[in-house]
Every structure is written in structure tokens, then in C-alpha cells.
């Protein structure tokens, strides 16, 4: 319970343990008022006195679609500095054609808040209040998706010591008579795939996107979307160049009856990359099955083939 304070004045409790519920997620106020405004929450209000600053690109970019002008009279591609006057009058660019900010007086208006990065809001409530309630949400839901990881994680496991078996045992790839180098070569062409696909990807998104057409030149920064692209691409490379090593050591290293397996990780890491790309804005447990099948296998492969080198420094053959 909290004491009552003036109209529309919520508790300052609630604000903690929603931005504690939701850590780095948009946050709407609707009917807010200039006492309520916060960093990191998007409010709504017919009596709010002026627009704030938006530092989301792509929020601007709606902003401006449904209302015609930007909202705090800027340029499209300028996100203001957090702290630093944006108004006319104040050292800013002009504002839109009524002489204010945001819609005309009597809509609804907006103020935007964007956190810096790292940033920890600090709030008047007492320390005795902030132990009670901070710590209870942000475990909570640690908790849940470090158990939902791991239990995509396992399953992707299954999946992978499952094909892999099945590949030793059944043998149905044909590769009798290719050679090692060229095996390994051959089976980096579907993670290659893969990558390929990813630039293509990120080359069109921002051919397309307003935003991001002059962003891979630092002149804009980029869209949540294109970052997204830019994170998975990066990710795919990185283990493409493990995993290409990967498959040539095991290709020279390994008896010809395990080399079956190498078709079979190839298939998987194109697998993997198609589900991490699908899952990854949906989150850590959503993007793990595709991780693990990705790396995972690149892993194992590794490990085996450290092991049967050091087997051949102290002579032992395995066949």
C-alpha cells in the first residue's frame, strides 16, 4: 500500500517493479501527466506540455507517418541527445507548423524517453523497499529462462547424438572414395549457404529501409530490425570459420566409417541457423535450439578430433 497523492500520480512502487518485470522493453503510460514522465516509458496524454526526446529511429519513423511532422521538429535521421535541448527556443531546430511541440493542444500528445545504455533507474523509495520488491521479479524470471534454455538446450542435444548415431550406423551419405579435404570442403557449402543468405538478407533490408539505406556508412544508426540481421549475420560467420576448421581436422583425422557424421553436422548447422534466425527476437530460449544444433556439433567434432590427434602422437590407430 502507498499514500495518495495528487491526480493521476501512480506509485512510484509500480514503476520499479514493471521496468523490473520487462528490463529493457517499452513501457506505455496512457493519460499521463508532465509529474509522470520517465525515462525508458512511452507516454500518452492530452495535458502534457511537450513532446520529449524519442530516441527510438523507428518509433520517429511512425511518429511521423501518422502525424506528419517529427516530434520534436528534427531532422529524421538525428536522434537527440539525451539531456540536451530539442525545442524551439531552446537551442533546437524549429518545431512544427503550430509554434509547438507534438499535435496541436487539446490531442492527445506524446513524450518519448529513451534510456541510455546501462541504464538503472533510480527511484525516491526507500532502500528497505527497494529490498523488498526489486529482487523478487528479475529472479523470477532469470529463473525461467535459464530453465527454458536448458531444456531446449537438452533437447537439441538429443536431437544431435541421435542423428549422429544414426549417421555411423546406417551410413547414408555417399561419400566412399572422396577425398578428406574435399569431403570437408563439400560439407561447408550448406553453412556457407546459409551465410550467403544472411547477406542477402541484410543488403535488401536495407535497400528497402529508409533508415538503414546510409547506416553501414555511419550516417544514421541502424533500425532494431536491421541490427537483429546484423547480430545473426555475425554470429553465422563466426561459426562458420569454427566450424570449417572443424570439419577439415576431423575430415584428415578420423576412420573412414565416422566420417558420415560430417554430412550430417553440415545439415544440422543449416537447421540451426534457420530456427536461431526465426527465434532470435523472440528471445534467449527461443534462440537456443537453433545455437546449440549450430554449435553443438562443431563442438563435439572439435573435442573428437583433438582427441585422435593426440592418439596418433602416442601411436594409437583408430579405426
Excluded at 146 to 169: D, E, F, P
Excluded at 216 to 227: R, V
Excluded at 264 to 285: D, I, M
Aim: glycine share 10%.
Amino acid at each position: 500500500m502507498t499514500g495518495q497523492r495528487e491526480t493521476s500520480r501512480k506509485p512510484d512502487e509500480m514503476y520499479f517493479l514493471l521496468e523490473r518485470l520487462c528490463p529493457g522493453g517499452r513501457k506505455l503510460e496512457i493519460f499521463a501527466r508532465e509529474h509522470n514522465l520517465r525515462p525508458g516509458w512511452i507516454s500518452i496524454g492530452n495535458q502534457l506540455q511537450q513532446a520529449s526526446r524519442l530516441d527510438e529511429p523507428d518509433v520517429r519513423e511512425r511518429f511521423f507517418s501518422k502525424y506528419g511532422y517529427w516530434p520534436d521538429g528534427g531532422d529524421p535521421r538525428r536522434v537527440p541527445i539525451p539531456g540536451t535541448p530539442a525545442g524551439p527556443g531552446q537551442g533546437g531546430p524549429p518545431g512544427p507548423p503550430h509554434g509547438g511541440f507534438g499535435p496541436p493542444r487539446g490531442g492527445p500528445q506524446t513524450a518519448i524517453m529513451g534510456p541510455p545504455m546501462g541504464y538503472m533507474p533510480q527511484h525516491p523509495q526507500s532502500s528497505r523497499d527497494r529490498r523488498r520488491v526489486a529482487p523478487v521479479a528479475a529472479s523470477a524470471s532469470l529463473a525461467d529462462q535459464q530453465q527454458a534454455i536448458a531444456r531446449n538446450v537438452g533437447a537439441s542435444s538429443l536431437l544431435i547424438v541421435a542423428a549422429g548415431a544414426a549417421s555411423i550406423h546406417l551410413q547414408p551419405w555417399p561419400i566412399a572414395g572422396i577425398p578428406s579435404l574435399e569431403l570437408a570442403a563439400r560439407c561447408c557449402l550448406a553453412p556457407a549457404l546459409a551465410l550467403l543468405a544472411l547477406i542477402f538478407r541484410v543488403s535488401t533490408y536495407r535497400f528497402v529501409s529508409v533508415q538503414d539505406i546510409d547506416a553501414a556508412a555511419g550516417k544514421a544508426p541502424q533500425s532494431d530490425k536491421a541490427k537483429v540481421y546484423c547480430a545473426v549475420l555475425q554470429n553465422t560467420l563466426e561459426q562458420l570459420a569454427v566450424a570449417a576448421v572443424a570439419y577439415a581436422n576431423f575430415a584428415l583425422l578420423a576412420p573412414a566409417r565416422l566420417l558420415a557424421v560430417l554430412p550430417t553436422c553440415s545439415l544440422l548447422f543449416l537447421l540451426g541457423r534457420v530456427s536461431f534466425f526465426k527465434g532470435y527476437e523472440n528471445g534467449a530460449p527461443a534462440r537456443a535450439p537453433g545455437y546449440a544444433l549450430t554449435v553443438m556439433p562443431t563442438a563435439l567434432l572439435m573435442l573428437a578430433s583433438a582427441a585422435l590427434a593426440v592418439a596418433r602422437l602416442f601411436g594409437v590407430v583408430v579405426a
